[in-house]
């Protein structure tokens, strides 16, 4: 699932993304050459796509769905 960034990445939000990929279920985040968004790869029989965003969101990653 791929989101678009509302806000550059800080150390803060680096720190978030770890914790986000500790989160169970999720697999891979990848963040875009652009630096402008992530493609979040996820186990969809554990989460939903509204709960990978608010997990981001939870990180403080503000994100928009694609």
């Given at each position: 699932m791929r989101?678009?960034?509302?806000?550059p990445?800080?150390?803060?939000?680096?720190?978030?993304?770890?914790?986000?990929?500790?989160?169970?279920?999720?697999?891979?985040?990848?963040v875009a050459d652009s630096l402008d968004a992530l493609t979040v790869e996820y186990d969809a029989a554990r989460l939903r796509p509204a709960e990978v965003e608010a997990a981001l969101a939870g990180a403080g990653i503000s994100v928009l769905a694609e």
């Open positions: 989101f678009r960034l509302r806000q990445l800080d150390q803060a939000a680096l720190a978030g993304l770890a914790t986000v990929h500790a989160k169970y279920g999720i697999q891979k985040i990848t």
